[in-house]
């Protein structure tokens, strides 16, 4: 699965690592290895909202309240939910509302897509510019892998091909350590 909204900004950054500091060399399985031993947790919610200035995002009333959402919530959830739990009286908030707050917050890279799932979690880190995911379909918790370094890499040997990459995505569907036991 190929997808990536911020394609443009991160392939040239990526480009431009990848000459002066990243070696061409292909995926190996310890690189994987590498980025799950990397503790991975989220920010404190204020230093979300500087980071979103910092990469020149107008904090509505509406973004923040989106943002929190998604910082309180332990697994991938959609616009439809989000709608729901920000609606007051029982009345939802519009989801063109939310979904325009989403876009917002992804390309400010403080919310990653969850792709297979139509769904959106907080980046744990929101300066890293790709993100792998591993998805549990039973208990629909997750695990966000930083996988930056390998996207540069894989960037480098796309080139190599005369081939320009403008999105890439990596999902991995499954269970997780404690409902394989189940
Ligand atoms: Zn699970």
Avoid at 94 to 99: A, D, F, V
Wanted: charged share 20%; with cysteine; aromatic share 6%.
């Amino acid at each position: 699965m190929l997808h990536d909204h911020h394609a443009p900004h991160a392939s040239q950054s990526h480009a431009q690592e990848a000459q002066t500091t990243i070696p061409s060399r292909p995926l190996h399985a310890s690189d994987i290895d590498e980025a799950l031993r990397t503790p991975i947790r989220a920010l404190p919610f204020e230093a979300y909202l500087s980071q979103g200035e910092a990469a020149g995002l107008r904090w509505s009333l509406h973004r923040q309240d989106v943002l929190r959402v998604l910082w309180d919530s332990d697994r991938p959830i959609g616009a439809y939910e989000i709608a729901q739990s920000l609606g007051a009286d029982g009345v939802p908030k519009h989801p063109t509302i939310i979904y325009r707050c989403l876009r917002a917050l992804e390309d400010a890279r403080l919310v990653i897509p969850v792709i297979s799932w139509k769904r959106f979690v907080i980046s744990p880190d929101p300066a890293a510019a790709c993100w792998g995911l591993l998805l549990c379909k039973h208990c629909r918790r997750h695990l966000a892998v930083d996988l930056t370094a390998q996207q540069a890499r894989l960037n480098t040997r796309l080139a190599g091909r005369g081939f320009q990459p403008r999105a890439v995505s990596v999902e991995a569907e499954g269970l997780c350590n404690a409902c394989q036991v189940h």
